[in-house]
Every structure is written in C-alpha cells, then in structure tokens.
C-alpha cells in the first residue's frame, strides 16, 4: 500500500472567466520530492494555494495522512504541517531577516520576545543556507536572490512536514542553485515531502522522485522521474514538440547605441561602492549578456544607466554618437528611448490590483494622448490586445487584473511594457526568470526579432545557458567590476569560462 502522506482528488477551480484547474488529481508520498511542471498558467500555483489554504472556494477534496481536511486559511495549513515559498515573495521589506522568519511565530518568555535565541536560531538557518547575511540586516538592503534564501529559512522555521518550492531556484545562480537542491535532498532523507515547482527541467530531473504534469488546469500524468527526458517532459507540458531554444541570429551589428565609461556607483546608504569604473558598451541590433553572481553589481549597473537609482554616480554616458548627462530619472531615459525591464515584478514591475492594459501601457500614455488631453483607449486598447497576442499572454481579456495572472504571464506584460515604450536600448533584468520553456522559447525569438529592428540589447540573467546561447558579447561582474569580456559571436564560449570570471578566476 502506498504511503501517501497528501492526497488531492478532483480539484476545481474558478476565477472571472476562467477555469484555472478542471478535475486535478495530484498525491504526494512520504518523504519524496514530487516535482510538478507545467506552462504558465497551467495550475500549478493555483492548486498549491488550494493546499496551502490561500484559496477556500474551490470543490473536490483534501487528504492528510488519511483525513479528510479543509483549510480555511494559511495559518491552518502550517499548523498541519505544511508550509509553502510562493515564487513571488512575501517578506516586509522595512524588517530585519531575523524578524522575517519568525514574524507570526514569535519566541516569547515572560510576554517579551526572546531576541538572543531568535537571532541564534536564525544565524543557524542563515548558515545552513550559506546565505552570509547579519539576521539584523534589513531586508530591504537585501538583492532579491538573498531574499529568497531568507524565504526559505523562514518556512524551514516551521516544523512542517510537507514544503511547497514554487520556483525556488529562479532568481539563483548556478552555485547557489546546486546548494539548495543539496539542501532539498537532505531534508527529503530526513522523511521531509517536498513539493518542487520549477522551470528548469534539468533541475526537475536531478532532484525530483516523481513528476506530475499540468496542461491547461488538468492532470496530464504522473510518473516516476527516470521515466522522463527533458524532451518528454516538453512534449507534455506544450502538447507539441519544440525546436532548438536558441535560435541562430544573423542580423548586421550598427553603430555604438550606448557607452558608458569609468562608471562608478556609490551607495550612501551603505557608505560603499556597488559599481566600480565600468566600461561597457552596446550596438544597435546587438545582444550583449550581463553574467555574474548575486551581489556583482548587475542590477545596480543596469538601474543606474536607466536613471532610478538616486546615489551618487560618476563616469562618461555616451549615447546615439553623442556624449551626454546621466538620465536625471527613469522618465528622462524611457523619452529618450532606454528602458529598464526590473529583476522584482512585483515590487518595481507591475501594479498588481490593476488591469494589463493599464500596466502595460503606463509607461508609454504619451504615445495615446488626443488633443493634448484625453487618452484615446481604442487605440491605446488595440495596442495592447497587438502586444498580449504577440507575446501569447494567457487571458481572456486585457482588462483582467494584473493580479490574477500567473508568475510567467505577469512576466510577459512587464515586456509588453517595455516594447511599447518602442526602446532603442532596452536592458532586460533576469526577463524569463519564472517563465516555462515554451514562453522562454517565445521570448528569445523575441530578442532576436527586436535585434534584427536595431534595438540594443543588455540582458542580465543569472542562467549561463541563456547568456551563452543569446548573447553576441559576454561582460561578466564581480563585486562591482567587470572581471571579463568575451566574444561570444560564434557562441564557442563556455559555462565553465563565465564562472570562473564570476568567481575570480578570470580578470582582466
């Protein structure tokens, strides 16, 4: 007999206009990591907040440890032992680490907090994570990878028995990646149920004992991981074979579009240096990649050409053959024809409680306005539907909130964003991060369709396949220098080049 330790039959669920999941059944044995894949959109997070008790209007049935059970909200569920790291975070970000992991389950004696054994209990955490962070640090201060590591302290807090990674590796590096998946075996060892919701089919294959698939809100199958390649798990999830992911890119490289030199960032906040006499450039219809670990400085390097970031900057900007001031502000270079697509969605990408004709035109209402004073929505409007259709953003209407889309389609709108600024340099901060294969494939035709318009191209992305299969040049950072360049125009570089320069093993 089989030692099911959660069993969900039948599950269904509705939003406006949509059947998120039809008839899902999905068991989970004791002590395996059971991986669930799927496009976006597919189910995969609305069936995990069922579990998780997020949503309580839904039909079909519950099954832990042999009971019958319904949550009628999350503090139920982790008191039944389960606990879940959505792949947006929900950390406050005015907080400390060691408050953030034990906000809700505080330690108290005599009525007072017990700071000394919170703040031990949470450096043992940080530690077994390898995340080299002070539990006093504010999260706020932390990049977004570091945040995620502090999310999974945070439920390894709780005494659960089932954990739920909804893309847990997503804004990690390759090194950091392989920590937590270690991490994730051994707390499968210890008799853990880890439920593993990742894009990364690789990842999927190394780390999973058994693997469901979704398509379209239903079951496709499940069977056991070593039955599955990543080409079988591909035809599942899309219902139709895919080419090669990267595609050959043929289109003639211009001029200089973007140059920046001796650029330094200073952060006073932290009273030290984030970046460090960069010099980089970027050609019209070129694709440069931007490699590195978290912390190198790429966000930072990308946020400060953009114009949104208030620290102190020095350096030459050279842009269209002209030199020129730093952008004052992101408005100042999005008028300009430079946009900045953010690593964090949720935090700098989207307004969740608005509608995707809203978030996607919200940079570029200029381009709408009549008479100097009403926004002309039909055209506004055809723009966006010509933009959801383009980039097959799953919906059944532009006016549907931002909010109730998935991880991956939110990702989607945050680039139609983008295009309708109509970018003549465009810097793309981790843009398929959360994003299946099948979109992933969809975005880099994108890139490649843009490149052969003569837009520019800085991608920052933390996957060494995708800079090496996207990018013409290669600059790698490290610790707010660039530590590398290479050609990567006949894409003969390789993973093991790009993290030895991340790591310091290559300078220039």
């Not at 999974?152 to 990674?165: F, G, S, V, Y």
């Amino acid at each position: 007999m089989e030692d099911y330790v959660l069993q969900m039959n039948h599950i269904t669920k509705l939003f406006p206009g949509v059947k998120a999941l039809d008839d899902v059944t999905f068991d989970v044995r004791r002590g395996e990591v059971h991986a669930l894949v799927g496009e976006n959109g597919a189910g995969k997070s609305t069936l995990m907040k069922v579990l998780s008790g997020e949503y309580t209007d839904y039909s079909g049935e519950l099954i832990l440890n042999g009971e019958k059970v319904s949550f009628k909200g999350i503090k139920e569920s982790e008191a039944a032992g389960i606990a879940i790291i959505h792949q947006e975070l929900g950390l406050i970000q005015t907080l400390t680490v060691c408050e953030n992991i034990f906000l809700g389950d505080e330690v108290c004696q005599s009525g007072l907090i017990d700071w000394d054994f919170e703040y031990d209990r949470a450096k043992e955490l940080l530690d077994e994570l390898k995340l080299k962070v002070n539990p006093k640090t504010r999260v706020g201060n932390l990049g977004i990878g570091q945040q995620q590591l502090v999310e999974i302290a945070k439920a390894l807090n709780k005494n659960c028995k089932i954990l739920i990674l909804d893309e847990p590796t997503a804004p990690l590096p390759e090194d950091d990646s392989e920590n937590l998946l270690e991490l994730v075996r051994g707390l499968r060892d210890k008799g853990m149920s880890i439920i593993f919701i990742s894009h990364k089919l690789g990842e999927v294959l190394s780390i999973a004992d058994t693997v469901t698939i979704l398509r379209d809100g239903q079951t496709v199958e499940t069977r056991p991981a070593k039955e599955y390649s990543q080409d079988t798990l591909i035809s599942g999830m899309v219902g139709r074979e895919l080419k090669t992911l990267f595609e050959p890119r043929s289109c003639p490289i211009g001029e200089v579009a973007l140059k920046v030199s001796d650029w330094s960032v200073f952060d006073g906040i932290n009273n030290k240096w984030i970046v460090r006499d960069i010099n980089l450039e970027v050609r019209e219809g070129e694709v440069i990649g931007l490699a590195g670990m978290i912390g190198a400085g790429r966000t930072e390097l990308g946020m400060s050409i953009f114009g949104a970031l208030d620290d102190a900057i020095t350096g030459k900007l050279e842009y269209r053959g002209r030199q020129r001031q730093r952008f004052k502000n992101s408005n100042e270079a999005i008028k300009a024809g430079v946009f900045y697509s953010s690593e964090d969605r949720k935090r700098y990408g989207l307004v969740l409680t608005s509608d995707i004709a809203y978030n996607a035109s919200l940079s570029s209402l200029d381009k709408y306005i009549s008479n100097g004073l009403f926004i002309n929505r039909d055209k506004e409007y055809g723009k966006v539907k010509e933009m959801v259709k383009k980039l097959r953003i799953k919906t059944p209407s532009i006016l549907q909130r931002a909010g109730n889309l998935s991880g991956g389609n939110q990702q989607k709108v945050c680039l139609a964003k983008a295009l309708m600024t109509e970018p003549k340099v465009l810097i793309l901060d981790e843009a398929t991060r959360g994003i299946d294969i099948g979109a992933k494939t969809e975005i880099y035709q994108l890139i490649n369709q843009m490149a052969a318009q003569g837009i520019a191209i800085i991608m920052i992305s933390s996957e060494l396949p995708e800079i090496l299969g996207i990018s013409d040049r290669i600059y790698v950072m490290r610790e707010g220098r660039i530590s590398a360049e290479f050609d990567n125009s006949a894409r003969n570089i390789t993973q093991e080049d790009v993290a030895l320069a991340a790591t310091g093993g290559v300078t220039t």
